[in-house]
C-alpha cells in the first residue's frame, strides 16, 4: 500500500477552518489594532499630550493681557456739634495691561525645546506603530504556524492510522510480526496526544491575536502557495547600519534629547543675564457720588507705557547650579545617543545576519521536503516487499512531517523577520506590510 501525498496545505487550511471567502488579511488585522490594542491607544494619547506641552512653551515669548476691575463702597460719617453728616461714597474701577516680552533669553530657550519635543513626541509615536505592526504580524504569523501544525499532525495521524491497520493486515495473514501492530499503535497514541496539545496552542495563539486586534480570529487567510520568500536587499549589513543611523525612532529620539539638554544648558546661562520686558495698562476710576472731599461725580483716566529692566545680581548660588546640572545632563544626553547608536547598529546586524540564516534554511528544508518524501515511498515500497519493517516507515512518516512543520515555521520566521530588520532600521511602514500581505492567499 502506498501512502498517499497530503494534501496542498492551502487547501487543507481552508477545509478545516471553513475557507478563505471571508478570512481577514494581516493588514486589516493591522487596521483593527490600530482602533483597538491598548498600548498603540495609550502611546497616542501621550503623543496628543506631549504636542500640547510642548505647544505651552510658546506662551512664554508671547505678549500677555489681563483685564481687572473692581468695585467698594465707603460710609462717610462727620460730626461737627450736634450735627452729625453722613455720606456714602462708592469706587468704581477697570484695567487692562499688557505685557511683551523683548528680551528674555531662558523663555526663548524653553520655546525652541518645545519645538524640539514636538520632533521628539513624533519620533516615539513612529516607534510604537513600528512595534505594533511587528506585534500583529507576530501574533498572526503565530496564529498561522499553529494551524499548520495542527494539519499536519492530523495528516501524520492518519497515515499512522493507515499504516497501523496495514501492519494488523499483516500480521493477521502472517506477513508482519506483533511488533509492527504494537509500534503503530504506540505511534498514533503519541500523536493524538499531540494533537490534543496543538489544538490548545490553536486556541491560545488566536486569543493572543485577538488581544491586539479586538476581533475573531478564526478566519485567516495562509500564505499562498508556492512560496516565494523576497530576498534581503541590500544583502550586507553595513548599509542597513547607516540607515538605521539616519532613521532609526530610537536614535532619533536619543538626538532630540541632547539637543534639548544643550537649550537646557543655554537656559540655565540665562540666569545671569538681563531681561527686558514692554508694560502698557489703561485703567478708569468712576466715583459716581463723589469722594470725602468733593461732592461731585469724578472721573480719572490714565494710561503708561514703559520697560521693565532687570539684571540678576544674586541669588544664592542658585543660576551656578543650575548650570552645572545641565551641563552634568548634556553629557549623559551625549552618553545615551551613543548608546543608542551602538545597540541599534548590533540589533540591525543581528537582524540581518538572521534573516539570511533563515532564508538559507528555507531553501535547506525544501531540498529536505523533497528527499524525505523520497525515503518515505522507499520505505512504502521496501515494507510491501519485505524488506523494510514497520518502524522505519513510522520513523520516515515522522522526519516527513517534522521536515514540513520545520519549513512552515521557518518560512513566518523570514517574513517577521523581514519586518523586524526594516524596524531595527527605522524604515518599517504600511507598504513593507502590504507587501508580506500580498504573499498571502486571494
Do not use: C
Amino acid at each position: 500500500m502506498k501512502l498517499p501525498r497530503p494534501l496542498p496545505l492551502a487547501f487543507a487550511l481552508a477545509t478545516l477552518f471553513g475557507g478563505s471567502v471571508q478570512a481577514q488579511n494581516l493588514v486589516q488585522m493591522y487596521d483593527a489594532a490600530r482602533g483597538y490594542d491598548a498600548n498603540y491607544q495609550s502611546a497616542l494619547a501621550q503623543y496628543n499630550a506631549s504636542l500640547a506641552k510642548a505647544d505651552q512653551a510658546t506662551a512664554g515669548i508671547l505678549p500677555s493681557a489681563g483685564i481687572g476691575a473692581g468695585y467698594s463702597g465707603t460710609q462717610f460719617e462727620n460730626k461737627t456739634g450736634n450735627a452729625t453728616f453722613n455720606n456714602n461714597f462708592q469706587n468704581e474701577n477697570a484695567t487692562i495691561s499688557a505685557t511683551q516680552p523683548l528680551y528674555r533669553p531662558a523663555n526663548f530657550a524653553t520655546y525652541e525645546q518645545g519645538r524640539k519635543q514636538v520632533e521628539l513626541a513624533k519620533a516615539q509615536l513612529a516607534a510604537v506603530e513600528q512595534e505594533l505592526i511587528l506585534r500583529v504580524s507576530q501574533a498572526y504569523f503565530d496564529v498561522l504556524a499553529a494551524q499548520d501544525n495542527l494539519v499536519l499532525v492530523r495528516e501524520q495521524k492518519k497515515a499512522v492510522a493507515e499504516q497501523f491497520a496495514s501492519a494488523k493486515r499483516n500480521f493477521e495473514v502472517g506477513t508482519a510480526t506483533i511488533t509492527d501492530s504494537r509500534e503503530a499503535e504506540a505511534q498514533y497514541d503519541l500523536i493524538q496526544a499531540e494533537e490534543i496539545s496543538i489544538e490548545n496552542d490553536v486556541r491560545v495563539k488566536r486569543l493572543a491575536l485577538e488581544l491586539i486586534v479586538g476581533r475573531p480570529a478564526n478566519e485567516l487567510k495562509p500564505l499562498a502557495r508556492p512560496v516565494v520568500l523576497p530576498p534581503v536587499t541590500p544583502g550586507e549589513p553595513e548599509p542597513w547600519v547607516q540607515i538605521a543611523y539616519d532613521n532609526s525612532p530610537t536614535v532619533q529620539q536619543a538626538r532630540l534629547a541632547l539637543e534639548i539638554a544643550k537649550l537646557g544648558v543655554n537656559k540655565a546661562y540665562a540666569g545671569h543675564k538681563p531681561t527686558l520686558d514692554l508694560n502698557a495698562s489703561y485703567g478708569n476710576n468712576r466715583y459716581p457720588g463723589g469722594t470725602s472731599s468733593s461732592g461731585f461725580y469724578t472721573r480719572t483716566t490714565s494710561g503708561t507705557v514703559g520697560l521693565a529692566f532687570n539684571l540678576p545680581v544674586f541669588s544664592g548660588f542658585l543660576v551656578q547650579n543650575q548650570v552645572k546640572e545641565a551641563l552634568a545632563l548634556e553629557e549623559k544626553a551625549k552618553s545615551d545617543v551613543d548608546g543608542a547608536e551602538r545597540t541599534v547598529a548590533q540589533f540591525t546586524r543581528a537582524a540581518v545576519f538572521s534573516l539570511k540564516s533563515g532564508l538559507g534554511k528555507v531553501k535547506a528544508l525544501e531540498t529536505a521536503e523533497v528527499s524525505t518524501q523520497s525515503a518515505l515511498d522507499a520505505n512504502m515500497l521496501g515494507y510491501q516487499v519485505g524488506v523494510r519493517i514497520n518502524l522505519d516507515v513510522l520513523n520516515s512518516q515522522t522526519k516527513l512531517f517534522a521536515t514540513k512543520r520545520d519549513l512552515d515555521q521557518t518560512r513566518y520566521n523570514v517574513l517577521v523577520g523581514g519586518l523586524r530588520l526594516r524596524q531595527a532600521a527605522g524604515t518599517l511602514k504600511v507598504d513593507d506590510l502590504n507587501a508580506v500581505n500580498s504573499l498571502l492567499a486571494k
